[in-house]
Nanobody, 125 residues
Framework: QVHLVESGGGLVQAGGSLRLSCAAS????????MGWYRQAPGKQRELVAT???????NYADSLKGRFTISRDNAKNTVYLQMNSLKSEDTAVYYC???????????????????WGQGTQVTVSS
């Protein structure tokens, strides 16, 4: 199984910055893609950004230029640098990791799609 631990959320004033981290652990065989999503109160969960094993990135159009996603393959960790934060960025941010794990009892790698517990980001105006 794969476990995700998020950190870095909190309260920040508009215009400020935050950096989120998400570390994956467990019997990971390989990670295909890592990403961040967010859900504001009363709204559906939406894509923030994703990054694949080749470090190709994809961003929500509205966030390009302010948010930057990166990953450290050696640490199985994905980061989200958020700059020039606005009140509308207030949401719970969720990490998502997809790939393959292989436990001691698994003859072949098994696909996984795991979500973090979410970290609250609040931007005050």
């Amino acid at each position: 199984q794969v476990h995700l631990v998020e950190s870095g959320g909190g309260l920040v004033q508009a215009g400020g910055s935050l950096r989120l981290s998400c570390a994956a652990s467990g019997s990971i065989f390989s990670i295909v893609a890592m990403g961040w999503y967010r859900q504001a109160p009363g709204k559906q969960r939406e894509l923030v950004a994703t990054i694949n094993s080749g470090h190709a990135t994809n961003y929500a159009d509205s966030l390009k230029g302010r948010f930057t996603i990166s990953r450290d393959n050696a640490k199985n960790t994905v980061y989200l640098q958020m700059n020039s934060l606005k009140s509308e960025d207030t949401a719970v941010y969720y990490c998502n990791v997809r790939g393959y794990y292989r436990g001691s009892s698994d003859p072949v790698p098994v696909v996984f799609d795991s979500w973090g517990q979410g970290t609250q980001v609040t931007v005050s105006s």
